[in-house]
C-alpha cells in the first residue's frame, strides 16, 4: 500500500469498525474477544471500548463520540471486579479517556484504583505494577498531580524489589519480566532519581541474562507454554551491561505491545 492510499484505507476500516457498534447494549461496545463479557472486560484496553477508542484516536479517525459517551456512562461506576491494571482493567480506560480528553473520569477511576490495594498487584505490564506505574505517571504529567508521581515511582520500586529476588519462568513483554525491565528505568527516570535509587539487581538487567539461559525458562504465546527467547530488548538497551538511558521521555503506556501482541 502506497502512503497516499492510507487515509482511504483507513477510512474504510473505520466504517466496517464503526457498523459493528452496538452503543445500545451494556454489555459491550464492539464485538471481540470472549474475554470482553469477564467482569469490566467490555471496557478495557486489551479487549474492550477503550482499546478501539484508543486506536480510531491514534490513526487520526474521527472521534465516534456514542462510543465515548458509551464509555463515559459505563464507568460511572465501572462493574464491580473490573481488574486494575493497564491492559486489563481501570487504568488502561484511565489512560485512554484521558487521551481523548475525558481527564475528570480518568482521574475518578485512578482514584478508584489507589483506594484498593494496589500494591499487591503481580509485577507484569498487562495487569501489574509495570502497567500501572506507566499511566500514574502519565496522568502525573497530564494533570501536574505530583501525588500519582510518587504512587508511580512507588510502583516502579516494587517491581524491581520483586524481580530482583528472580524473573520467574517467563521473559515475554506481557506477562513476563520482559515488561517490568523496559518500564522501570523511565519510572526513575521521571524525578532524576535513577542514579539514586537505582536496583543494582533489578528487572532491567535481569531479563536479558535469562535470555542468555535458555534452560527452564519459557515464553508464552497464544496460551501455550514453549522454548525460546522472550522478544527482543529495547533498541535502546545494546546490551546487559547497558540498561536504556534513564533520561529518555517516559514511553506511552499502550505502546509497549504494538509490535508483539502476541507475546506472553
Not at 52 to 72: F, I
Not at 217 to 227: D, Q, V
Request: glycine letters at 12%.
Amino acid at each position: 500500500m502506497e502512503p497516499a492510499d492510507w487515509p482511504r484505507s483507513r477510512d474504510s476500516m473505520v466504517r466496517a469498525v464503526l457498523a459493528s457498534a452496538t452503543p445500545e447494549r451494556d454489555d459491550r461496545l464492539f464485538p471481540g474477544d470472549v474475554a470482553q463479557f469477564s467482569d469490566g472486560g467490555g471496557l478495557g484496553l486489551a479487549h474492550g471500548a477503550a482499546g478501539v477508542l484508543y486506536a480510531l484516536a491514534e490513526t487520526g479517525a474521527a472521534r465516534y463520540e456514542a462510543g465515548e459517551e458509551w464509555l463515559l456512562r459505563h464507568t460511572d461506576p465501572p462493574p464491580l471486579g473490573t481488574p486494575l491494571g493497564l491492559y486489563d482493567g481501570l487504568l488502561g480506560t484511565a489512560y485512554v479517556l484521558d487521551r481523548l480528553g475525558h481527564t475528570a473520569r480518568a482521574l475518578e477511576l485512578t482514584e478508584r484504583v489507589l483506594a484498593e490495594r494496589w500494591q499487591r498487584m503481580v509485577p507484569d505490564l498487562y495487569g501489574g505494577l509495570a502497567g500501572a506505574g506507566l499511566v500514574l505517571d502519565h496522568l502525573s504529567r497530564t494533570t501536574g498531580e505530583s501525588r500519582l508521581r510518587d504512587h508511580a515511582l512507588e510502583a516502579a520500586q516494587s517491581v524491581a524489589d520483586r524481580l530482583a529476588e528472580g524473573p520467574g519462568n517467563h521473559t515475554g513483554l506481557l506477562h513476563g519480566a520482559t515488561g517490568p525491565a523496559v518500564t522501570t528505568p523511565w519510572h526513575f527516570s521521571t524525578c532524576r532519581r535513577w542514579k539514586s535509587r537505582r536496583p543494582t539487581r533489578g528487572p532491567q538487567r535481569r531479563p536479558l541474562s535469562v535470555h542468555h539461559r535458555l534452560g527452564g525458562h519459557r515464553t508464552r504465546s497464544a496460551g501455550r507454554p514453549r522454548p525460546g527467547y522472550g522478544p527482543a530488548a529495547h533498541p535502546r538497551q545494546r546490551s546487559a551491561g547497558h540498561p536504556v538511558d534513564p533520561c529518555s521521555a517516559a514511553p506511552s503506556p499502550a505502546r509497549w505491545s504494538s509490535s508483539t501482541p502476541s507475546t506472553g
